[in-house]
């Protein structure tokens, strides 16, 4: 659970948050319960203390635009029941807070019923509270998969990293980071379709192998629609891409001469006669029975 461990966080978010007083799960000092009524008092970057949830605001540029009631609603419950032990990082904007990271605690806590909630107030830059909480929810892996394919975009062209860069911030893999990037490729309403969670990454994936936008889109609506696996979507999307041809077999005109030869042969044998043909040479004859007697009789005409 967040409040209960350190949630994921890696050494790319504690490089970045780390001041003389250590990282924000280091503090162990007790809290301070100062006043902070509707003037933002001033407060040391190296103590942990207690801000009215009245003074804070989220950050708009928050990388996450969904947050999932259910778990936002348990973590409210344990809020309740043990309070936040990892403390808010938040920012001074004149009577102002800005969350820096922690906002599903801040959401929370407001379900909670809390007033104040404990923080550690920092001074950043903008570029530097943007880039914290683009790393905080990439680590905590709980972003949809488009979220997470554009903050890993952000980061790559508004701080000027690579994707070895982001990778190593994040704590995950290069692959990783480059396969979740190939997802802003999607035609954007298929992009929706991911991020509300009517499609899977693992859906998402293969519809990439799709380049035709218009077919994309018509496809991910097919695959939607019956509810397809990703299985049956691999195998739906390679039988549209690659169909198979259908070996049309040769037609031979049936000339007169070879129906004059059927009508000649009716009347020999006394019953309907085919001739057909599998090229211009070769064929077969089919000549019909209708009793047994019929047959011995066929039989023996041609005996």
């Not at 708009?60 to 969904?66: A, C, D, G, S």
């Not at 407001?110 to 923080?119: D, R």
């Not at 040479?281 to 009789?297: F, P, Q, T």
């Amino acid at each position: 659970m967040e409040m209960a461990k350190r949630s994921g966080l890696g050494k790319g978010l504690d490089s970045l948050i780390s001041s003389e007083a250590g990282t924000v799960e280091q503090v162990q000092k007790p809290l301070k319960f100062t006043d902070t009524g509707s003037n933002v008092s001033d407060k040391t970057e190296k103590e942990e203390t207690m801000i009215k949830l009245r003074l804070i605001e989220p950050n708009r540029e928050q990388p996450r635009t969904e947050f999932n009631e259910e778990k936002l609603t348990e973590l409210a419950e344990s809020i309740r029941q043990y309070g936040i032990i990892q403390p808010l990082l938040l920012v001074k904007k004149g009577n102002y807070y800005t969350i820096v990271a922690g906002e599903r605690r801040y959401r929370a806590a407001k379900l909670a019923g809390l007033k104040e909630v404990p923080a550690i107030v920092k001074t950043f830059t903008e570029e530097e509270i943007a880039e914290i909480a683009l790393v905080e929810n990439l680590q905590r892996e709980d972003l949809n998969p488009i979220e997470e394919a554009n903050a890993y975009q952000r980061l790559l062209k508004e701080f000027h990293m690579t994707q070895e860069e982001v990778a190593k911030k994040v704590s995950k893999s290069r692959s990783v980071v480059a396969n979740s990037l190939r997802l802003l490729k999607l035609e954007e309403s298929v992009q929706h379709m991911v991020e509300d969670g009517t499609l899977s990454n693992g859906h998402a994936k293969v519809l990439l192998g799709i380049e035709d936008q218009t077919l994309q889109v018509q496809a991910a609506l097919h695959v939607a629609s019956l509810q397809m696996s990703v299985r049956e979507t691999e195998q739906y999307i390679k039988q549209l891409l690659h169909p198979k041809e259908k070996k049309e077999k040769p037609t031979f005109a049936y000339s007169e001469v070879y129906q004059k030869l059927a009508e000649r042969m009716q009347e020999k044998v006394g019953t309907k006669v085919r001739i057909i043909q599998k090229d211009q040479e070769k064929g077969k004859v089919e000549i019909e029975y209708y009793s047994n007697a019929d047959l011995e009789r066929l039989i023996e005409l041609l005996g």
